[in-house]
C-alpha cells in the first residue's frame, strides 16, 4: 500500500472564509420512548439508519445497551416519516423474545443496514418495470441468514432467506447495489460477517422478489466485517475490516462474480473502514475511491495503481481547531456519505457525521460537554471538492457550549430530505453511540432546515458546463451542455458516461454517451419522485446537476 501524503496541508487547512452567513434551524423530530399517533412504542438507543424510499424517510434504531429493561420492550423498530409535516409512526417492529417461539426469528434489537434499490432487469438480465425494494438486515442469534423486504402494496415485510449455515449470530452491516456491465442483471449485494459478500437478483418466483446465491462471492479473512459498498466508474468495490485493526478493499469483476484485493489496510486503532464512496478524482480523471480509516479520510486512485493519499487527518485538524486533543474520530460510519449542495456551488459537496472521542488528559485542563468524553454536540463535516482543491469545514447541529443542551453524541446517519417542499435544501441526521456504556433512551433525529443561507459558501470557480432541463421533471428529462460551455473550448468531445444517482450516491442509471452527441434525452417517469444527480463523466473530469423528479 502506497501513501502519498500524512497531511495535505495545501488542500484541507483552507477553510470557507465566509462561512454561513446564518446557523440553519435545526430541531428535534425523534424523541426514543415516545408513543406514535397510533400507540405504538417508539424506542432505541441508537439511530443506526436513515434512509429515502419511494419518497418517504425511514429510520432504523437499536436497542443496544439499554439500562431499563423493565419499562422498554426487547425489540428495534423501522420507523417510518411520509411527509415534512408529520410525525415519526411506527412502520415494522422486530421483537427479540420472539426468537423463543420460533427457530428462526430472534433479533438483537439492533436494524444493522437498511437500504432501498431501484431494480430495472431481472435475473436473466431482461428489462423490467423499474421496482424499488426497501431492504433492512435486523441481526438475529438463531445463525440464519434473514433480510426483510418490504411490500408496498401492503404496508409489510417480507422475510428472504440468504441460504448457508452460520457458526455465530447474524450480522449483515451493508447492503450494495450495481447494475452488472456485462450481463445486464441488476444485483443486490450483502455483507454478512464471517460467511461473506452474498448476491441477490431480482425475481418475483422468491420471497420478496429477490433470489439470493447460495454461496458467497468473496469471503473476507475471519472476524472481518463487510462495512460498505460503492459503485467507482462503473465497478463495485466493497470494504472489509476487523477490531484487530486490520481492513481489506476488493473490486468485482463484472460477468464472472470474481473479487480482487485491491488493498490491505494495518494498524487500525480498533475502528472498521467506514464510509466507503465514490468522488470525483482530484486529478480530473474519472472517479476515486474515499474512505475512513485510522481517524483519517483515504483515496485510493484506481488510475494510479490504486495509490492511497492521506485526504485529511481528522484527529490532528480537530485538534488544532477546538484547541484540545482528540483521541479519535469515527467518521461516516457504515453510509455513503450525501451530497448536499445546499448552495449549488461549482464541485462536489458532501455531508460527514462523525464521533469523537477527547483525550482524557486534555479534557481535564480544558472541560467541554461530553459523556464519558464523547462529544455530545451532533457535529459533521461538510466536504466541499472543485478540482483539486478539497475543503472540510466543521459544522454542529447544537452547540453545547458551555453545558450540555441535549446529548447528541455520534452523527451516524445523515439523509437529505425526499419532500419536494424542502427543495434539497433540508437535511435530517440520527444516531448516538452506546459505546457499551449502558444509557437509556438515547436515539436521535434532528432536522435541519438550510433553507434560510443565502450567502453561506462561497463558490469556486466557473459554473458547471451541463443543463439539466425542465427542472422538476415528470416524464423526459433532457442533458445537454450550455452555450457557454460549448463555445469555450474548455470541453473537448469526448467519450465518457452519464449516470442517474441518489443523494446517497447510489447508481440508478447509466449510459455511455460522447459529449458531441449531447443533447440527450432520458425517460425517468417511473422514478420515485425525489432529489436526483445527475453526472456527466469524461476525461476533461465529473460534472453534476441536481434535478427533483415531481
Known sequence: MKIKSCFTALLILLFFSSGFSQSPTWIRTYRSGTIDSSGHFMGGNEITQIVVHKGKLYAGNSDWAESDTA??????????????????????????????????????????????????????????????????????????????????????????????????????????FHKDTINGVCCVFAGIEDYGVVKGVYNTAFPGKIQWDSIPEVVPPSGERVMGFTVCNNILYAASSSGAGQGHIYERTDGTGAWALIDSLANGNGQDVRGLTAVPNPAGTGEVLWYCWNSKAHRLDPFNAYADTVEYAFTDSLSIQLGIGIRSVLAAYNDNIPVFNIQNVSGDVRVIGFEMHYDSAALAHSPRPNFH???????????????SAITYQLEYIVNNTPVIKDTLLSVRSLCVSPFAGDSGKVLFGGGYD?????????????????????????KIGSPSGIRVYP???????????????????????AAGNIEICDLL?????????????????????????????????????TEVKKFVKE
Not at 377 to 383: A, L
Not at 434 to 458: E, P, Q
Open 471 to 493: 427542472n422538476p421533471a415528470t416524464g423526459n428529462l433532457t442533458i445537454d451542455l450550455s452555450q457557454e460551455e460549448a463555445g469555450s473550448g474548455s470541453m473537448q468531445p
Open 505 to 541: 450516491g447510489e447508481q440508478i442509471y447509466t449510459s455511455p454517451i460522447t459529449v458531441h452527441r449531447l443533447p440527450f434525452t432520458i425517460n425517468i417517469a417511473d422514478l420515485q419522485s425525489g432529489v436526483y444527480l445527475v453526472k456527466l463523466i469524461t476525461i476533461n473530469g
Open 71 to 176: 419499562n422498554n420492550p426487547p425489540e428495534c423498530e423501522i420507523v417510518r416519516l411520509d411527509n415534512s409535516t408529520a410525525q415519526w409512526q411506527v412502520d415494522t417492529t422486530f421483537h427479540y423474545l420472539s426468537y423463543h417461539v420460533a427457530a428462526d426469528s430472534g433479533f438483537d434489537m439492533n436494524v444493522n443496514a437498511m437500504k432501498s434499490f431501484v431494480f430495472t432487469s431481472n435475473y436473466a438480465g431482461n428489462a423490467i418495470q423499474p421496482d424499488t425494494l426497501l431492504i433492512a438486515a435486523p441481526g438475529n442469534y438463531v445463525r440464519k441468514n434473514i433480510v426483510y423486504i418490504r411490500n408496498d402494496a401492503t404496508n409489510s415485510w417480507t422475510k428472504s432467506l440468504i441460504g448457508g449455515a452460520l457458526t455465530k449470530s447474524f450480522s449483515c452491516r451493508s447492503l450494495g
Open 373 to 387: 468524553r464523547y462529544a455530545t454536540d451532533g457535529r459533521y463535516f461538510v466536504r466541499t471538492q472543485s478540482g
Open 434 to 458: 452506546c459505546d457499551s456504556i449502558t444509557v437509556n433512551r438515547k436515539a436521535w433525529i434532528y432536522r435541519g432546515d438550510f433553507r434560510t443561507i443565502i450567502t453561506g459558501l462561497k
